[in-house]
């Protein structure tokens, strides 16, 4: 599976907007929650002013009083009544005039009505009208004040709330960036422990077909028979091709951990007879052919049989039947046995039988089981009849990709 390829325009663009996305829910926040108050604020205009209101119920009683005191002259009179009349016909001074009416019966222009009539119950009538309506500015004063100061409470509030919800959302987003760092930390470790363990396992598997190549070298300087020279070349060749298949730097994932396998019918009683030897009795039928990748089998088969001679002394026995259709492989050797604790570790990495019987890295078996799987089947161990150890080998339908082999110069002709 190929990882989707990265955007970095994209990527960079999405965390500017992160980062920007505090600031942009601060600056929402406040228009959204201050909204009220400043209605209420700016339909107040600059605040409400009772000076003109007082005025005028001063120059109304001022013009009532001429007209009832005896020692005001005419001219007197006329001078108060135009007073009077005149702050009662300028609506300008007034603020909020419309809003403080609107609270109650009271009007200014009933003052100027009044006052127009000329008379003293008009001038009496004016004066309580100015009066009430001087009541009621101070009514709504009180109300505006009411008002202002709720307005007040709320921005303090939405104030405070965007604050707080602006710190929030930053510690969110910080705590995301932690996260998103520790996670990247977390897929570089696994991405080098992966690599260092395909290492490991390529070193590893790399090591039999190397000191095999090194023994048919050091064989052939001394060989004089031209068909033994032909054997250990045949043998060379063999080495060689073994490690190219297992060191290829470019497939390392592909051949010890995702384990893609090259499969071709092959033919598995030739791959299990390479294996016997004086201590090695082989049985196997011929032909047995079988889709498999020839080179993983192989590497299965070596960590078997090594290690069924490392672990014993006697003989090792080595199998191929095909009792259900599928094929099977075992190994069995007389030694000491395993177990029953250390045999269901033994195929977790760096787990071995008992340390004294020999040197090892305890990473074949889980390879070997890994490789199984691959192929549809497993290996299993099992106490052997009499004594020993009995490990079982199954082939299923292998489930990974298909590739077609690489193929391996010759080193002789032919």
Do not use: C
């Amino acid at each position: 599976m190929t990882a989707r390829p990265a955007h970095p325009r994209r990527e960079l663009l999405r965390e500017l907007l992160l980062a920007l996305l505090p600031l942009l829910a601060t600056v929402t926040l406040l228009a959204l929650a201050t909204q009220p108050a400043y209605i209420a604020l700016t339909n107040g205009g600059k605040g409400l002013s009772p000076y003109a209101y007082q005025g005028l119920v001063q120059d109304v009683l001022q013009y009532r009083v001429a007209l009832v005191n005896p020692q005001a002259t005419p001219e007197e009179r006329e001078v108060r009544y135009q007073q009077a009349l005149s702050s009662a016909s300028n609506r300008r001074q007034f603020v909020l005039l419309d809003s403080v009416e609107s609270w109650g019966e009271f009007r200014l222009l009933n003052v100027q009505r009044d006052l127009e009539r000329r008379t003293l119950a008009g001038a009496e009538r004016a004066a309580d009208e100015a009066i009430a309506l001087n009541n009621l500015v101070r009514d709504y004063s009180a109300d505006q004040g009411a008002t202002y100061e709720r307005a007040f409470l709320e921005l303090r509030r939405a104030l405070i709330g965007s604050a707080i919800f602006s710190g929030l959302l930053s510690l969110v987003l910080i705590l995301r960036a932690l996260l998103l760092w520790r996670a990247d930390r977390v897929r570089a470790q696994r991405r080098e422990d992966r690599q260092r363990e395909a290492l490991r396992l390529a070193s590893h598997e790399m090591r039999r077909p190397l000191q095999a190549l090194l023994l048919a070298a050091d064989a052939l300087r001394s060989a004089r028979d031209e068909g033994m020279q032909q054997r250990l070349l045949t043998q060379i060749e063999d080495s060689a091709a073994q490690l190219a298949s297992r060191a290829d730097l470019t497939r390392l994932n592909d051949l010890y951990l995702d384990v893609t396998l090259r499969v071709q019918p092959t033919d598995l009683g030739e791959l299990v007879r390479r294996f016997s030897s004086s201590r090695v009795h082989v049985t196997a039928p011929s032909p047995l052919v079988w889709p498999v990748d020839a080179n993983r089998v192989r590497q299965m088969l070596e960590n078997l049989v090594e290690n069924a001679v490392k672990y014993t002394q006697g003989t090792v026995e080595v199998t191929l039947d095909a009792p259900g259709g599928a094929p099977r492989v075992q190994v069995r050797d007389h030694g000491p046995g395993i177990s029953d604790e250390l045999r269901g570790r033994v195929f977790l990495p760096y787990e071995r039988g008992p340390q004294s019987l020999g040197p090892g890295s305890g990473l074949g078996l889980p390879l070997v089981r890994r490789y199984a799987h691959a192929h549809g089947g497993d290996v299993m161990l099992n106490h052997a009849p009499g004594g020993g150890l009995l490990i079982t080998l199954t082939f299923g339908q292998a489930a990974t990709q298909v590739a077609a082999p690489v193929p391996v110069r010759k080193l002789t002709p032919g």
